[in-house]
């Protein structure tokens, strides 16, 4: 439901886009007190600046505010601590100078004492009649636990656990459907509707989970990118940032 809600929004039918930014706000303000009712989701419209002009109170409360006025006017980079803020202010910006248009791109987020939690960010940038971008328009959901009543639900549960026991070496599909004893296609759909993320985002999500246990040590990167399966430093710092918004380094430097 939030991918049709991203795409009505950023109105891809030139004749119904807003002739400003202002426009959008207004509609979206009516529909507030429903998003700030979800738990689970932030929910967010910046301008060109990257500035949040709208969000709902889950945000507000993970930037540590108790209202969303001191947050209007702000970007990620001035209410997130450096250098992750940064990181998403920088993401905001590619959307909003390049048209980049993000959906279920899985995430690593830092919540309350630098604990990682996962989610799956989805960001469109917000046209005019003129095909100008005149803002954007995210939401990023929880990653929910497994649903584990799925018919296929033990099968996967063992491709979870090859993935987590063999993370460290490249792991190729065929071994995962070997495990399962399904088609491509049918692993694909089936993690989706069981673990909500493909299996490329599975292994990226152990992988990283791994990494972030090791940049707490003293451990050298280019050591942490090969016990976490990377070939090679640059190929671990360039999924890292991907990922997380942030290089290895900066995550490891942050206070």
């Not at 990653?143 to 987590?164: C, E, F, G, N, T």
């Not at 993370?167 to 993690?191: H, N, W």
Request: glycine share 6%.
């Amino acid at each position: 439901m939030m991918q049709p809600a991203l795409a009505a929004l950023s109105q891809e039918n030139a004749a119904q886009r807003p002739d400003s930014l202002d426009q959008v706000l207004v509609g979206a303000q009516a529909l507030l007190p429903l998003l700030d009712a979800i738990p689970n989701a932030v929910i967010f419209i910046k301008d060109v600046q990257a500035r949040y002009r709208l969000a709902n109170h889950t945000l507000v409360q993970r930037c540590g505010f108790r209202h969303l006025a001191p947050l209007l006017g702000k970007t990620s980079t001035e209410v997130f601590p450096a250098p992750f803020g940064g990181g998403y202010t920088e993401q905001d910006l590619r959307v909003l100078e390049k048209g980049l248009v993000l959906d279920d791109q899985l995430e690593l987020h830092l919540y309350g004492s630098r604990q990682p939690g996962w989610c799956l960010t989805h960001k469109r940038p917000l046209y005019n009649r003129d095909d100008d971008i005149i803002g954007l328009v995210g939401i990023s959901v929880d990653l929910q636990s497994a649903s584990d009543s799925h018919p296929a639900y033990q099968r996967l549960a063992a491709v979870d656990a090859y993935i987590r026991t063999h993370f460290q070496r490249p792991i190729a599909l065929k071994e995962l459907t070997g495990i399962a004893g399904i088609s491509v296609a049918q692993l694909e759909r089936y993690c989706k509707r069981v673990f909500h993320l493909t299996p490329r985002q599975m292994i990226h999500k152990v992988r990283l989970e791994h990494a972030h246990r090791l940049l707490l040590t003293d451990l050298p990167i280019t050591e942490v990118a090969l016990q976490c399966g990377y070939t090679d430093h640059s190929a671990f710092t360039r999924q890292f940032k991907t990922l997380t918004g942030f290089t290895p380094r900066q995550y490891r430097q942050a206070p």
